[in-house]
């Protein structure tokens, strides 16, 4: 609800859908989707800070094998008639739209499941999938969100893990890149795993074995980080 007559006229002039969300057909304005990329962002932060997921580092123990930190963002999650499911795809398209520009990462829009509701109509759901790698993550994070303080404390400490451990596999990627490097002008294994600080085996495989540097394994954990 909106107490004051001034600023309710000038929400509904900029776009702001009046009345239940999901019985009417809405979409982002115009002004935003050929706006900055700062107004964009701007929109977005105060989008998510209503609607939008929480980004969470979970620590998840697995048998037999080394604790996993896991990344979670639930889908981006909001309700319209079911004869109103169209208009509510094409303002999923235009939150990906704007995200992508951000640099986060989509993977999916879908609608699920039929929810009669008290007044005999039948809405479904419709969800924004975000990928959860290290890259969409952080972008994700980095959008912060308005209005909800604990969202943002929790974004602020996800990003921050998540820029540590995307410096640690820079950094690997770059250890890979020495080696080959090093090898290609004449030295040996031993030699190369000596000046870079690693294991034989993990150089053997990358010069002789032709495999990639994938995760450098560490013991950084969110919860004890």
Not at 77 to 105: T, W
Request: charged share 30%.
């Amino acid at each position: 609800r909106c107490g004051s007559k001034e600023l309710f006229s000038k929400f509904r002039e900029l776009g702001v859908p009046v009345g239940k969300k999901s019985d009417q057909t809405y979409s982002v304005p115009l002004w935003i989707m050929q706006g900055s990329l700062e107004i964009q962002k701007q929109f977005l932060k105060a989008f998510l800070g209503g609607d939008g997921p929480a980004i969470t580092i979970d620590v998840r123990t697995r048998p037999d094998k080394e604790r996993q930190n896991t990344v979670r963002i639930n889908n981006i999650e909001f309700y319209k008639r079911v004869d109103l499911v169209e208009n509510g795809i094409l303002f999923a398209e235009e939150i990906c739209s704007l995200l992508e520009r951000q640099e986060v990462i989509v993977t999916k829009i879908f609608s699920r499941g039929q929810f009669k509701r008290k007044n005999g109509t039948v809405s479904t759901s419709i969800h924004v999938k975000i990928s959860t790698s290290i890259k969409s993550a952080l972008a994700y994070g980095k959008i912060v969100f308005s209005y909800c303080h604990h969202k943002c404390d929790r974004a602020r400490k996800a990003v921050l893990f998540l820029e540590k451990i995307d410096q640690t596999r820079k950094i690997w990627r770059e250890k890979y890149a020495t080696a080959l490097n090093l090898y290609n002008t004449g030295s040996n294994l031993k030699s190369i795993s000596q000046e870079l600080n690693m294991s034989y085996q993990t150089i053997f495989g990358w010069v002789k074995k032709g495999k990639e540097p994938t995760v450098n394994y560490h013991k950084i954990k969110f919860d004890k980080w």
